[in-house]
């Protein structure tokens, strides 16, 4: 992994410190991200899930995008797919829901993957 993508992953370690982050190298110099166990909200059943991202080995001059969700996890109204959400998307051999909140305005100065995981976080809270 490039210095750039383990820096991200410490980072993303450092901001969500109770949960455990489930790192693979992806071979180029990136990293395929799970952090388990992250409250989505009440909205859904469970009310937890992982959440799994790559981290490509152009970080951080690259969007961190798409994320995926646990497949099994459902909106208490039924409803899985909707702006923003693909089901079912094949992701490691995974059904996984794809969230598709891509970053038009990244800013390698700014933005980091664990600032975009706790804005992606906050979106799926929101629905």
Not at 35 to 52: F, K, M, Q
Not at 84 to 92: S, T
């Amino acid at each position: 992994m490039t210095p750039e993508v383990q820096r991200a992953i410490e980072e993303i370690q450092q901001t969500f410190p109770k949960h455990r982050v489930e790192v693979t190298s992806e071979g180029q110099g990136g990293a395929y991200v799970i952090v388990h166990d992250l409250l989505i909200g009440e909205r859904y059943l469970p009310s937890t899930s992982w959440i799994g991202f790559t981290i490509s080995y152009q970080y951080p001059y690259a969007d961190v995008y798409p994320h995926y969700l646990d497949g099994s996890l459902r909106r208490i109204d039924g409803l899985i797919q909707g702006a923003g959400l693909q089901f079912p998307v094949n992701w490691h051999n995974r059904q996984v829901i794809q969230v598709s909140r891509r970053s038009n305005r990244w800013n390698a100065t700014i933005d980091t993957a664990a600032t975009k995981l706790s804005k992606v976080l906050v979106w799926l809270r929101s629905l």
